[in-house]
């Protein structure tokens, strides 16, 4: 064992692990990469702070992206930026050879979420973003991970490459598309993902299909009072179309969602609107039965624009499959989270998960520190969407989940802001950086795992062919955000 992590493995027994009791692991390459870990806890917490403190939204995570790049590149990896013409995507890759195993890191923030790290709501800066989706913990835990392995192939222990992308956008306008149409994945023989949660699991289960697209109508203006005859409203044809989405909302089946974002409906009171503009988007539990859905939908915004004589144009956005489950490899997490064994959590990092759970109105249980069991893959997905489904029809991919939050607190609100930017942050993101690392440890030592895991990809997708829901040309990096 190289002396560095001797000295780390020392170093946590004097010490004590930041995140988790560290059962007993039999495999001493396991052993190296949770050591290693340890070693970079305290780098890797002050990275997620840097991109928790800069919160950046979709397509503008410039400084989030440079910090990532700047750690990945600092520990010898080779750094290719702009992937799929994003500016803030990018692809760090050590090694050579096969196995190629990728992990995936997101670092966007979403809008008007700022937030201390205090257990009650308090804006840094009111109305401005902030990590909502604990994105900040994401993009820096899997790094960590990432850095464990190149150690192991830097030392001749393991063979292959790793390979870490930084995905940006996945809030808002699924980032991961782009760089999939331009082949970043390829090559790829598994993939390694997860996400900030409430708990421990290996996650096996699916999401939902998703598409987002522009409704806009267009009319003639008007003086509202003097002349609204001379007047077609566009702001007219928006309630139409809207309160079409409404009734129609009976008549789909229980698995469908259909939001709206009115953009723009007019200025002023006193003039009849001449432009009216949506955002509107359709979930199911798969693209098969989201695709008459958003047909439906989009034919209803012609309908709209008939009865309010109005002209309309309906444009994609983006859209994202569901994900594919892949339980051979959820299995092999499995077993490491239960080597790992749960996270240890201290009375004040109880105390401030039970006082933001008082604040939102939740049970006050404090933090799920338990490793969950294997469940099975259920028929319909609970809620949410996301372009890791994308890479998971690309790619075989495994999933994690673990807590950076109370049980039961509201994702996406300040409640997760808050304990994303402190220590139970902190120590989920070890966690997860530990159980990724070893699993890929598995995924270099067992070729045959390697192929168990693309045997169960190859026949869950079938026969099916993977197109993206993205329209062509560039990336929307100027949209309105």
Known sequence: MPILR???????????????????????LKAEVIASVDAQAEALANLSDEIWGYAEIAFRESQ?????????????????????????AFVA?????????????????????????VPERSPLEEGAPGHGCGHNVFGAASLGAAIAIKELIESGELKGTIRYYGTPAEEKFFGKLWMIR?????????MMDWHPGDEIEASVQSS??????????????????????????AGD???LYTTGINYYREHVKPTVRIHYHIMDAGKVVNVVPDYAKLWVRVRDRDRAGMDPVYKRVQAMAEGAAIMANVDYQVTLISGVHEILP???????????????????YTEEEEAFAREIQAATGKPTVGMDAEVRPLRETAENPDGGSTDVGDVSYNVPTISLSAPIAG?????????????????????GLVYASKALAMTMVDLYENPDLVEAIKAEFRERKGDYVYEGIVPPGPPPLDFEQ
């Open 326 to 344: 892949n339980r051979t490899g959820g299995a092999a997490l499995q077993a490491n989270l239960e080597a790992l064994g749960g996270i240890a």
């Open 182 to 190: 331009d082949g970043a994945f390829e090559g790829v023989d598994v």
């Open 237 to 239: 044809a928006l309630e």
């Open 6 to 28: 001797l000295l780390a493995v020392l170093t946590a027994c004097i010490l004590g692990p930041l995140a988790s009791a560290d059962a007993a692991v039999d495999d001493p």
């Open 407 to 427: 049980k039961d607190v509201p994702w996406h609100s300040w409640a997760v802001v808050a304990s994303g930017g402190m220590s139970i942050g902190h120590k």
């Open 64 to 88: 989030s992206a440079d910090a990532l790049v700047r750690h990945a590149e600092a520990h010898g990896f080779a750094v290719t930026r702009g992937t799929g013409g994003i500016p803030t």
């Open 208 to 233: 939902q299909a998703l598409v987002d697209f522009l409704v806009e109508f267009d009319g003639q203006a008007a003086h509202a009072a003097a002349d609204p005859w001379n007047g077609r409203s």
């Open 93 to 117: 890759e050590y090694g050579s050879g096969k196995p190629v195993i990728g992990i995936m890191g997101e670092f966007d923030a979403l809008p008007g979420l700022s937030q201390a790290a």
